[in-house]
């Protein structure tokens, strides 16, 4: 099978039905996921922000409580776990379990607007469930506002953790597989990426290790915008890297599914 979709239409795009479905399927059960969403990262913030965050003072410019701290990583959180999970548990049941992804790959679909359409179904979904969080986070912390430059690294970060989600639902192959990326990807990268404590408070190592995982960038490009009020080009420019290469990875693996 080659690569698909040499026809080119431009309205609508070849990945639109893809979109679309997720949008379909998150619609039929919003309050489901609304829960979902809001479940773990509200733990996080009880438990961190209010629970020890009164007395525990995070050394950052301008003094930042630890509860400004935590936000905008409980927020790049949100957006890694869900934009990374459901792409990758949505590509692992419709490849290997209901055999439904043929269908994509054999319509007049190229293989570029397949994987986009799964990237951007994860960032959607990632997004969607960013600003759920953010906005509860807000009530109990309406210090922090929303600005221009924190909804343009959300978008930018969304879109990077969605093509991870694709690549590795790509490399999945069984039960276990899904397993062992939670446990020696997914977990280690949720506390070492400076979403819970400051990179300056890991062992020697750990901090020039963390910088090599997408979501140090992603949560600290969030804190400077929300926290500094300005957008950060050398971490937007390490993230949307790590982006354009996770996508590109997961088009190559999704082609050489062809041979």
Request: proline letters at 6%.
């Amino acid at each position: 099978m080659t690569d698909r979709g040499k026809g080119r239409r431009f309205f609508p795009p070849q990945w639109y039905p893809i979109l679309w479905e997720e949008m379909i399927y998150w619609r039929s059960k919003f309050w489901l996921y609304l829960a979902t969403y809001m479940l773990s990262p509200l733990l996080f913030l009880l438990s961190f922000g209010f629970g020890v965050g009164g007395r525990l003072r995070v050394i950052m410019p301008g003094g930042a409580s630890y509860l400004e701290f935590l936000v905008p990583g409980i927020v790049a959180l949100a957006l890694f776990n869900n934009g990374v999970t459901s792409v990758t548990v949505r590509m692992f049941y419709t490849r290997l379990f209901w055999q439904s992804f043929e269908s994509y790959r054999l319509a007049p679909v190229s293989n570029f607007s397949l994987c986009l359409g799964y990237t951007l179904s994860g960032a959607m979904r990632g997004l969607l469930a960013g600003l759920i969080v953010f906005g509860v986070a807000f009530l109990l912390v309406p210090s922090l506002k929303p600005n221009w430059p924190f909804g343009g690294a959300m978008l930018l970060a969304s879109f990077c953790f969605g093509a991870l989600g694709v690549l590795i639902g790509l490399c999945l192959r069984s039960f276990d597989d899904q397993a062992l990326v939670s446990e020696f990807i997914l977990v280690p990268v949720t506390f070492l990426s400076a979403t819970l404590i400051p990179v300056e408070r890991l062992p020697g190592f750990l901090q020039y290790l963390v910088w090599l995982f997408p979501l140090t960038p992603a949560a600290e490009l969030l804190r400077t915008a929300l926290c500094r009020k300005y957008f950060h080009w050398g971490l937007a420019t390490l993230l949307g890297g790590w982006g354009v290469v996770l996508f590109i990875l997961a088009w190559v693996k999704l082609k050489r599914l062809d041979s």
